[in-house]
T-cell receptor
Framework: SQQGEEDPQALSIQEGENATMNCSYKTSINNLQWYRQNSGRGLVHLILIRSNEREKHSGRLRVTLDTSKKSSSLLITASRAADTASYFCATDAWASGGGADGLTFGKGTHLIIQP | KAGVTQTPRYLIKTRGQQVTLSCSPISGHRSVSWYQQTPGQGLQFLFEYFSETQRNKGNFPGRFSGRQFSNSRSEMNVSTLELGDSALYLC??????????????FGPGTRLTVT
């Protein structure tokens, strides 16, 4: 079953605008990661935020994490045509047998940047 | 450094056959995970290997199996193929022993079509 659910499913904005995507999850997590996937470069890691962190920045990306609401958001500022892609959040949690369970991905947000 | 490589890139098989997919992680990476991606179910975790040991397994039938060799290269096998096994199979590697809790580097995937 999907742990993370992204919202919206699709988003179309003009180049230069900011894009915000949200992710909700169901169980307690160790970390939350965001990935981007497009046909040219496959699935690429963007940013990892640990459960004890609330905000993280990387270039034009800003990620927030609210563990009380079990939600995260990804903000892309000053969007570019090259940002057109699908964006996924992925969580990991402790498996009942010990060790971390596999990454659980949401269905993704498809972002289109209009030139 | 070379990225994660997967072979073959495309594969067409018939129902009932079996298939073996190969993944070479980034040099020095010891954790290898496998994921199945379909339009309906999205990205789903299959299993993770570290130092030739399967650490975690997702919710897939026993027809799906894998192994890891001493050089960290990994293979996954699907026996008695079904139409529903048609998917993009992604392999990911990470550097440390935290496995999926660390940044994952994904390969380009193997597109399997079962007819």
């Amino acid at each position: 079953s999907q742990q993370g659910e992204e919202d919206p499913q699709a988003l179309s904005i003009q180049e230069g605008e900011n894009a915000t995507m949200n992710c909700s999850y169901k169980t307690s997590i160790n970390n939350l990661q965001w990935y981007r996937q497009n046909s040219g470069r496959g699935l690429v890691h963007l940013i990892l935020i640990r459960s004890n962190e609330r905000e993280k920045h990387s270039g034009r990306l800003r990620v927030t994490l609210d563990t009380s609401k079990k939600s995260s958001s990804l903000l892309i500022t000053a969007s570019r045509a090259a940002d057109t892609a699908s964006y996924f959040c992925a969580t990991d949690a402790w498996a009942s047998g010990g060790g971390a369970d596999g990454l659980t991905f949401g269905k993704g947000t498809h972002l289109i940047i209009q030139p | 450094k070379a990225g994660v490589t997967q072979t073959p890139r495309y594969l067409i098989k018939t129902r009932g056959q079996q298939v073996t997919l190969s993944c070479s992680p980034i040099s020095g990476h010891r954790s290898v995970s496998w994921y199945q991606q379909t339009p309906g179910q999205g990205l789903q975790f299959l299993f993770e290997y570290f130092s030739e040991t399967q650490r975690n397994k997702g919710n897939f039938p026993g027809r799906f199996s894998g192994r890891q060799f001493s050089n960290s290269r990994s293979e996954m096998n699907v026996s008695t193929l079904e139409l529903g096994d048609s998917a993009l199979y992604l392999c990911a590697s990470s550097l440390g022993n935290r496995g999926v809790q660390d940044e994952q580097y994904f390969g380009p995937g193997t597109r399997l079509t079962v007819t």
